[in-house]
Every structure is written in C-alpha cells, then in structure tokens.
C-alpha cells in the first residue's frame, strides 16, 4: 500500500523515532534505579512528622497512620495520561489524515539517481510519516511525565503502590518502541483509512 518511491527511506525516520523513545525510556529508568537505591540504603526525604516539613504531603488519619496523598494523587494523573496517551495521538493523527483526505491526490515525484534516498512529499506516505513521529511523542510524553511523578511520589512517600505506577507506565512506554513493523502496520493502517475518507468526501 506504500507509496514511497524508496522503502529504505522510512529508515531515517524510525531511527529517529527509536532514539527519541530510546531517550525516554532511559531517563525514566535511570530515576527509578536512584529512587530505588536512595531506598535502600535508608535515605529518607520524608522523615519530618506527618503534615511537617518534608513529610507534609502525608497527611495524618485516624490512629497512627498517614494518607499517602502524593501517592493516590500520582496513581489517579498514572491512569489518566496512560488513557490519554492513546486518545490524544489518535486525535492527532485521525486530524491530520481527514484533512489531507480533504486535498487533492498528488503525483509522485521522482528523484534522480545520485539524490539521497528521501520521502518524497508528493506521496501520502511521506505525509503520513512525519504524523507518526509527532503522535509518537505526544504519547511517549506523557507516559514518561506519569512515570516521573510516580518515581517522585515514591521517594517521598516510599508507597510501593507509586512504585507499581511506575513500573507499569514504563512499561506502557517501553511498549510504544517504534520498530520497522510496527511503523509500517501504523502507516498501512492509516492508509487504508485515508482511501476511505477519500472515497467518501467524493
């Protein structure tokens, strides 16, 4: 179903899409592996009476226990950006597709043969491409932003409940890895979309 006049040249594009979400992913590792090991060895941000100081996001219940609120609140903001990193890219992309159903076709341009290789922008395929990388981000974003503030909920309240948050947001983000299949799966997708949004709007 593609319509690129060099399949190799979506490479460059997953290859980026792969170091971007590879970048992410690293990060949100590498705080949770500190986190775990400030845990470990007893480092305690939270250690002031619970409603003082450092500890004040632990607000006092009944009998001697504390309300983790950091924690529920970092689970509730987990399982809305986990929902909304698969609406808002989708959003995004059906937006974009309807409104390049609404253009006129375009012919394919050739390049010559000492030209890098290259999507051309005449094909839909190299329309589609760039939507990918920017709906990609948007999700990605926001897993990792989740995940950030799950890791930081953790340090402070040491709730293994935020932990668990974390752990499956990265999870989720390890998850949206672009590879070659899935980006073809995705572009093949919405070109079958876009053949029929074109037929209807005819």
């Known amino acids: 179903m593609s319509d690129m006049t060099d399949p190799d040249a979506l490479q460059p594009i997953i290859r980026t899409c792969q170091i971007i979400v590879g970048a992410l992913i690293m990060g949100v590792v ?3 592996a500190i986190a775990l090991f400030v845990t470990q060895v007893g480092v305690n941000p939270a250690q002031a009476l619970p409603g003082e100081g450092a500890g004040g996001a632990a607000i006092a219940a009944a009998g001697n226990s504390s309300l983790p609120v950091i924690t529920y609140l970092a689970v509730a903001v987990g399982l809305m950006d986990l929902v909304l990193s698969f609406v808002v890219p989708k959003m995004n992309a ?18 010559g043969p000492t030209e ?22 948007i999700g990605a974003a926001l897993l990792e ?13 040491r709730n293994p409940l935020a932990l668990a ?20 799966a ?3 997708r919405q070109l079958g979309l876009l ?8």
């Open 195 to 202: 053949q029929e949004e074109r037929q209807s709007a005819i």
């Open 165 to 184: 948050t974390a752990i499956v947001l990265l999870g989720a983000l390890v998850a949206q890895f672009p590879t070659s299949d899935r980006v073809n």
């Open 116 to 137: 890098p290789k290259q999507l051309y922008p005449a094909g839909y395929t190299g329309k589609l491409a760039p939507i990918y990388h920017t709906q990609l981000i």
């Open 145 to 157: 932003g989740a995940a950030f503030f799950a890791t930081i909920a953790y340090l402070v309240e």
């Open 30 to 32: 590498t705080f949770l």
């Open 94 to 111: 059906d937006r974009a597709r309807r409104q390049m159903a609404l253009e006129g076709p375009s012919a394919i341009t050739k390049g």
């Open 186 to 188: 995705w572009l093949d």
